[in-house]
């Protein structure tokens, strides 16, 4: 499962995720794994890159992901 969002906040996010501090998609399907990310200046920057990546098929995503992390490891603890 793939899951893709915007935040202010990235490592304290990433953080909720892995500690299942919030009910939603995520605790759900137990996605605890940062394995791509991008930076924006502006949120509305952000909310349009991400509704792209929304729309794009899955071996889309799969692409995007492993263009820059082929090995699909945790970047949380680069941050």
């Given at each position: 499962m793939l899951y893709t969002g915007v935040t202010g906040n990235l490592k304290k996010r990433i953080y909720e995720h892995k500690e299942k501090l919030?009910?939603?998609?995520?605790?759900?399907?137990?996605?605890?794994?940062?394995?791509?990310?991008?930076?924006?200046e502006s949120a509305m920057d952000a909310i349009e890159r991400e509704k792209q990546i929304?729309?794009?098929?899955?071996?889309?995503?799969?692409?995007?992901?492993?263009?820059?992390?082929?090995?699909?490891?945790?970047?949380?603890?680069?941050?």
């Open positions: 919030i009910d939603g998609f995520s605790k759900r399907y137990n996605l605890n794994k940062l394995v791509y990310y991008e930076v924006f929304k729309a794009g098929s899955r071996n889309r995503k799969i692409r995007l992901i492993e263009g820059i992390n082929k090995k699909w490891l945790d970047l949380y603890h680069s941050l």
